[in-house]
């Protein structure tokens, strides 16, 4: 059971201080050793995989009007309510949130070797690698392993556009290439310059999918390693997809085949 809510007016409070660069630096969090959640989805989605925040914050006026609000941060240890315009200096939301969670930022997970696995290189868009996190979620992938140059998987940006799936899913970020010897899975990857059509291709299962850089596509040194390249048909005579739509097919096809005929 958490404490009694505490009210901070200050805009200089250090939890505020603190808050702000958790909220707006994509790489706060690795020297805080905290991520800040802000919006009831994603601090209900952490509290439902037994996630425990180290703090809840509240803007004021939504304490007073909602009991399920007040249900969520007692999840926490700490409660402390802001004003309206304190909660908006921290947010880095246009229509700030009524509630946000700090939580420890999860310990170096050790690489699993023989995981269904979604491997980034680096992808530099907040909103593709969010996108990928949920299909990987949703696709039952256990591990995402994204190497140096990708955004940070838990920045805000990336935590926003992910809906949750953070939770459900192993995450290892910072990675060098040779670190991927250590999967025991054959890669896979995408290629618009050719490669077996996916329909037609032979998926292993496990593997794990390798999803490029924007622009680059994957590196030539790892697409060396993949054990298979595939490329997916696109009738309306498009060169390519976005990163994250083309994440989403692949790995759609890759559960299929994990299924039982």
């Known amino acids: 059971m958490s404490a009694p809510p505490q009210r901070v007016i200050s805009r200089d409070n250090p939890l505020l201080l603190r808050l702000r660069k958790l909220a707006q630096d994509n790489t706060g969090y690795r020297r805080a050793g905290q991520v800040w959640l802000e919006g009831e989805h994603l601090c209900s989605a952490f509290a439902l995989r037994g996630g425990v925040p180290v703090q ?26 802001l ?17 946000g969670f700090v939580m420890p930022l999860p310990e170096l997970a050790a690489l699993l070797p023989n995981a269904t696995t979604v491997v980034l290189d680096r992808l530099q868009d907040a909103g593709n690698v969010g996108s990928v996190l949920r299909s990987a979620a949703a696709f039952g992938v256990r591990q995402v392993l994204a190497l140096k140059g990708t955004a940070g998987l838990w920045s ?3 935590l926003r556009a992910g809906m949750g799936a953070h939770f459900a899913l192993r995450l290892v970020e910072g990675l060098d290439f040779e670190a991927l010897q250590a999967l025991t899975i054959p890669l ?22 390798v999803m490029g850089h924007e622009g680059q596509g994957v590196s030539a040194a790892l697409l060396e390693r993949c054990a298979l390249k595939v490329c997916i048909p696109q009738p309306g005579g498009e060169e390519s997809l976005n990163v994250a739509a083309a994440a989403a097919i692949c790995l759609f096809a890759s559960s299929l085949s994990r299924q039982p005929h």
């Open 156 to 158: 805000p940006k990336v």
């Open 83 to 99: 004003p309206a315009a304190l909660f908006k200096g921290i947010s880095g939301l246009e229509s700030p949130a009524s509630i």
């Open 188 to 209: 896979v990857a995408t290629s618009s310059h050719g490669g077996v059509l996916l329909p037609e291709a032979e998926l292993p299962a496990p593997c794990a999918w």
């Open 56 to 81: 809840a914050v509240v803007a004021e006026e939504s304490w007073d009007r909602s009991a399920d609000l007040r249900a969520l941060a007692a999840q926490a240890p700490r409660v402390t309510l």
